[in-house]
């Protein structure tokens, strides 16, 4: 079965720090990509970066980066110099090409001034 | 569209009554897929549809929902007889499938949502 894992419910993080978010998943597919999306209170999911499973090099998107072991099957989110914007609820997502998305259950980012 | 649209935004309904909740997809996209996401929760998966292929229906928590997607593109979710549990916001999202090929990343793109309320 596939499933996503996200330990941290809530998670907080001082304006112009560095938060890490952990996610890690279970899975017996090779090749598949992994997701992080973000859920501001306005309930738009925001994709924020996405990693391809083949590719050894970490995806980063400006000031997100991902730290992605395969081995471990772990794949975290980074954020640095974090803003009052990125708070939100954050989702790790993992999909097989053809097949649907799973999601975890989220991590709450609350940014404080 | 420029964008995954879905309507209503809002809709409040009696207990018992049936909801159709629409959604447009990206045009072009292929995959199609609709999520229930409760107050402060995590986002459930109801359904998808890939293409002409037969849905995956495994989300599906009763067969008080259905959904169908018309010629490949818009698609409507139906709660039958809805109960106060139902509440919650719907979500849907398309994606390239299996049109965006192997190297594809499948990137979601997600509605913004229909918040149904059963009183």
């Known amino acids: 079965a596939q499933t996503v894992t996200q330990s941290q419910p809530e998670m907080s993080v001082q304006e112009a720090e560095t938060v890490t978010l952990s996610c890690t998943y279970d899975t017996s597919e090779s090749d598949y990509y992994l997701f992080w999306y973000k859920q501001p209170p306005s309930r738009q999911m925001i994709l924020v970066i996405r990693q391809e499973a083949y590719k050894q090099q970490n995806a980063t998107e400006n000031r997100f980066s991902v730290n992605f072991q395969k081995a471990a099957k772990s794949f975290s989110l980074k954020i640095s110099d974090s803003q009052l914007g990125d708070a939100a609820m954050y989702f790790c997502?993992?999909?097989?090409?053809?097949?649907?998305?799973?999601f975890g259950t989220g991590t709450s980012l609350t940014v404080i001034p | 569209g420029a964008g995954v649209s879905q309507s209503p935004s809002n809709k409040v309904t009696e207990k018992g009554k049936d909801v159709e909740l629409r959604c447009d997809p990206i045009s072009g996209h292929t995959a199609l897929y609709w999520y229930r996401q409760s107050l402060g929760q995590g986002l459930e998966f109801l359904i998808y549809f890939q293409g002409n292929s037969a849905p995956d229906k495994s989300g599906l928590p009763s067969d008080r929902f259905s959904a169908e997607r018309t010629g490949g593109s818009v698609s409507t979710l139906t709660i039958q007889r809805t109960q106060q549990e139902d509440s919650a916001v719907y979500l849907c999202a398309s994606s390239w499938g299996l049109a965006g090929g192997r190297l594809s990343t499948d990137t979601q793109y997600f509605g913004p949502g229909t918040r149904l309320t059963v009183l």
């Open positions: 997502a993992y999909k097989v090409t053809g097949n649907q998305f799973y």
